[in-house]
């Protein structure tokens, strides 16, 4: 397996999920409910002043990023998402809310927190990174994590119900109910 991301600060998908978890607290988020995305970003944006949202064009050279922060220094940090990626999480589809949760995930994870923010680049040439060091990983577990939390699955739940519950793709939904199976985390409805 080749890694895409930065070799992070070493974190356990346990504790990516407490800090998922602590986020849906603050905002008294019901396990069992869509995360709101696009709400989420309007209050770190407007509210906070936590974050700076750039919505910006499909073109030729942005057909192949649909969101990212760029590493630049900028307080507070930016976050670029491409007009019709925003415009579908706004709609409520669910792989570009993932999209936008994944980013979120880089925000909390790795710049806000500063033991992580300088981040390295890895390559083929360097070899593989530790998937618990691997900011895309790291990343896409927090995604998965502020989406769908445990709390709110339960043995029995198919694709199509967190598809519905959590407002996610078919594929986010298939591989966190694979995972929660594989670590024997699912627990019967209460």
């Not at 500063?114 to 981040?119: H, K, L, T, V």
């Not at 577990?141 to 709110?152: D, H, N, R, S």
Request: aromatic share 8%.
């Amino acid at each position: 397996m080749s890694n895409k991301g930065f070799n992070v600060s070493p974190r356990s998908w346990s504790k990516i999920r407490e800090e998922a978890l602590r986020l849906r607290k603050c905002f008294a988020l019901d396990l069992d409910k869509p995360f709101p995305v696009t709400k989420f970003l309007g209050i770190l944006y407007d509210d906070l002043d936590l974050l700076q949202v750039e919505i910006i064009e499909k073109d030729k050279r942005t057909a192949a990023i649909e969101a990212f922060i760029p590493i630049d220094g900028s307080s507070p940090p930016r976050m670029l998402i491409r007009e019709d990626v925003y415009d579908k999480a706004c709609n409520g589809e669910g792989r570009a809310r993932f999209t936008i949760a994944h980013e979120l995930g880089h925000l909390f994870l790795h710049v806000y927190d500063q033991e992580s923010y300088i981040m390295a680049r890895t390559n083929q040439s360097v070899g593989n990174i530790p998937p618990y060091c691997d900011s895309e990983l790291q990343a896409n577990q927090f995604a998965a994590e502020i989406l769908m939390p445990v709390g709110g699955i339960w043995i029995g739940d198919t694709e199509a119900d967190l598809m519905e519950r959590f407002g996610v793709s078919q594929l986010a939904a298939s591989n966190r109910l694979r995972y929660l199976s594989e670590k024997g985390l699912l627990k019967a409805k209460p």
